[in-house]
């Protein structure tokens, strides 16, 4: 079993910034990745980055060049740098854990609102 918390969201004029974190506890073994994902209401849920316990990344096409995705081996924690906000950008983000056996985890989810 793994726990997953997010926190970091809130309410942002356009142009902002937010940093994101997501901590994991729990049975931490078998790490193999771990990522962001956001989703509005009336959509489904969408890849935003993930990062590889070797550390290569993936990001989204809607946000390459404004987020970065970024790991703390220690503490099993990924964070998501987000500049240059726009209103699209406005979600419940969500944090994925994912086993080498491709067995997943997720969080409750952090909610990021834009403004115009």
């Known amino acids: 079993q793994v726990q997953l918390v997010e926190s970091g969201g809130g309410l942002v004029q356009a142009g902002g910034s937010l940093r994101l974190s997501c901590a994991a506890s729990?049975?931490?073994?078998?790490?193999?990745?771990m990522g962001w994902y956001r989703q509005v209401p009336g959509s489904q849920r969408e890849l935003v980055a993930h990062?590889?316990?070797?550390?290569?990344?993936k990001y989204a096409d809607s946000v390459k060049g404004r987020f970065t995705i970024s790991r703390d081996n220690a503490k099993i924690t990924v964070y998501l740098q987000m500049n240059s906000l726009k209103p699209e950008d406005t979600a419940v983000y969500y944090c994925?854990?994912?086993?080498?056996?491709?067995?997943?985890?997720w969080g409750k989810g952090t909610l990021v609102i834009v403004s115009s």
């Open positions: 994925n854990f994912q086993r080498l056996t491709g067995m997943e985890y």
């Open positions: 729990g049975n931490i073994f078998s790490f193999n990745a």
């Open positions: 990062i590889t316990s070797g550390g290569s990344t």
